[in-house]
């Protein structure tokens, strides 16, 4: 069972009521247009700037369709032993990551990736070092984690909740996979993190929103050419192909404005989805 | 030699389940590849002592050899599958013959395309189910995705009755503390009747004793 989050994250008790000379101190610049569009959501990023750490099977380095990977770390630890932190040489255990990162920086080419492994030492205790590497990821203050991944484990679920939390009040932007399978799973069914489901379109570009949660957004993720092993390709299918798809769309926007909470990039997201931009045309 | 005969016969129904869920598993993996008309389909039973996946039941290409082969639980797509608990297909596997190679661990031979789902019974993962060389015709579909999640669903329920049929026979080993309860119901069998009448009402006794 990994430690309870909250004591790390436990912040000095702030005002939580405003008190009206506090007006001040939250008034928002006028940086949003009447209608926010996706020429002024991301149009001219290329994410440079903005960090995003792809929680998998590692990333394989020197892979052309992903590019420089800034850092790479790896959960290790036998099983009953707290996870540890290491610096990762080893790459990718599986392919799964590689594509993951090589979706993200298709969209966004200039974000800084970092790759935290927590596969490829065994299924006992893997769910911990999901929980572990998810932690440092947060604690790292990165832009964007990519959970291309879930666990059924109900002992991890209170653990990753408080997590998905702490990242959601710390400006950190948690995009995960839904399960493929009418299965509970954790953590995309939580609303402090975006759930992504996949569409059946060939366009990157394209997502939708959904008004029917806890799945809220629908990237591509059917027959999607990804990077794998060995520097190879594969045409890969699963909501897991779906999640790096809005995880570049979130680097972009926060790499064009930093300024934005997670709250304040669904948002942006929501109105520049497919489904909300046509329906506004009309 | 009774003692023997009685062990068995207790064994015997727990074996003949065994034996029967084998068969459902076998017949799970022939329909998952009639239904996608696909080369081949197979199962791995995660063994958590070991940390290993098990190779359970294959149909189609590499069957005979494949049974009982062991994989490691966290690398490759069956590992990955296993771990994250998420689907994944993959086509193109060709492409590249060092990727290909790696592949072929897990299946016998070099696929052009895999689909894997993860076998879960509530929230325990116990294997994976891996469908191998559907028909490339046109694009893929979510609909396949569910039907295949549909069969592993009904894999993971096998699967669960296997494994309880494998804790069940553990239970009349001689190696079980419980396998005593086997070894006297053996002893008692071989008694004349004279002798037995006497034990079954000590046995009786004790039962009143243990559980008034």
Redesign the interface.
């Known amino acids: 069972m990994a430690e309870p989050a909250e004591e790390e994250y436990e912040e000095e008790l702030p005002a939580w009521s405003l008190p009206t000379a506090g007006l001040d101190a939250i008034r928002m610049p006028p940086t949003w247009p009447d209608r926010v569009d996706r020429e002024w959501a991301w149009g001219g990023s290329t994410g440079k700037g903005a960090v995003v750490a792809v929680v998998d099977?590692g990333i394989e380095r020197g892979h052309s369709l992903v590019g420089d990977v800034e850092e790479a770390v790896v959960v290790t630890g036998a099983a009953g032993e707290e996870p540890q932190i290491e610096e990762d040489e080893e790459g990718d255990?599986?392919?799964?990551g590689t594509a993951c990162a090589g979706i993200i920086r298709s969209l966004a080419p200039e974000c800084r990736l970092v790759s935290v492994r927590v596969?490829?030492?065994?299924?006992?205790g893997?769910g911990r070092k999901l929980v572990a590497g998810l932690r440092w990821a947060i604690d790292q203050g990165v832009d964007v984690i990519n959970m291309?991944?879930?666990?059924?484990?109900?002992d991890l679920a209170a653990a990753l909740h408080e997590l998905t939390d702490a990242a959601y009040f710390n400006r950190t932007i948690v995009v995960a996979?839904a399960?493929?399978?009418?299965?509970?799973?954790f953590p995309w069914r939580f609303s402090s993190v975006l759930s992504v489901g996949?569409h059946?379109l060939d366009q990157g570009d394209t997502f939708f929103y959904n008004p029917n949660p806890p799945v809220e957004f629908f990237a591509r993720g059917?027959?999607v050419e990804v990077a794998?092993?060995?520097?190879?390709?594969?045409?890969?299918?699963?909501?897991?192909f779906a999640t790096p798809h809005m995880s570049g769309h979130c680097a972009l926007i926060r790499a064009k404005h930093p300024e934005l909470t997670p709250f304040q990039v669904k948002s942006v997201l929501y109105l520049t989805a497919n489904n909300v931009l046509e329906e506004d045309r009309g | 030699m009774a003692d023997e005969k009685l062990r068995d016969a207790v064994a015997a129904g727990v074996l003949a389940a065994e034996a029967g869920h084998r068969d459902l598993l076998q017949s799970i993996v022939e329909v998952a590849r009639a239904i996608f008309a696909a080369r081949a389909s197979s199962i791995f039973l995660l063994d958590k002592q070991a940390d290993e996946l098990v190779f359970e039941a294959v149909a189609g290409e590499g069957a005979a050899s494949l049974i009982g082969q062991r994989l490691p639980s966290s690398t490759g797509i069956a590992g990955w599958v296993l771990v994250t608990g998420q689907p994944l297909v993959l086509d193109d596997l060709e492409n590249d013959p060092r990727f290909a190679r790696d592949v072929a661990e897990s299946t016998g031979y070099v696929p052009k395309s895999l689909m894997a789902v993860p076998l879960l019974h509530d929230e325990e993962v116990l294997g994976v189910l891996q469908v191998l060389d559907r028909p490339q015709r046109e694009r893929f579909s979510l609909q396949e995705m569910e039907l295949l999640g549909l069969f592993a669903n009904q894999a993971a329920i096998a699967l669960d009755l296997l494994g309880r049929a494998r804790r069940a026979r553990a239970v009349v080993d001689d190696e079980s503390p419980l396998g005593v309860v086997a070894r006297l119901a053996a002893t008692l069998d071989a008694l004349p009747v004279e002798r037995r009448d006497p034990a079954l009402a000590l046995l009786g006794a004790l039962e009143r004793v243990l559980n008034p």
Do not use: I
Not at chain 1, 119 to 124: D, E, I, V
Not at chain 1, 179 to 185: F, G, K, Q
Not at chain 1, 228 to 240: I, Q
């Open positions: 099977s255990a599986c392919g799964h596969l490829g030492s065994g299924w006992t893997s291309s991944l879930s666990t059924t484990k109900l996979s399960h493929n399978m009418p299965v509970e799973s996949s059946e059917v027959e794998w092993l060995g520097g190879s390709s594969v045409r890969s299918t699963g909501n897991s």
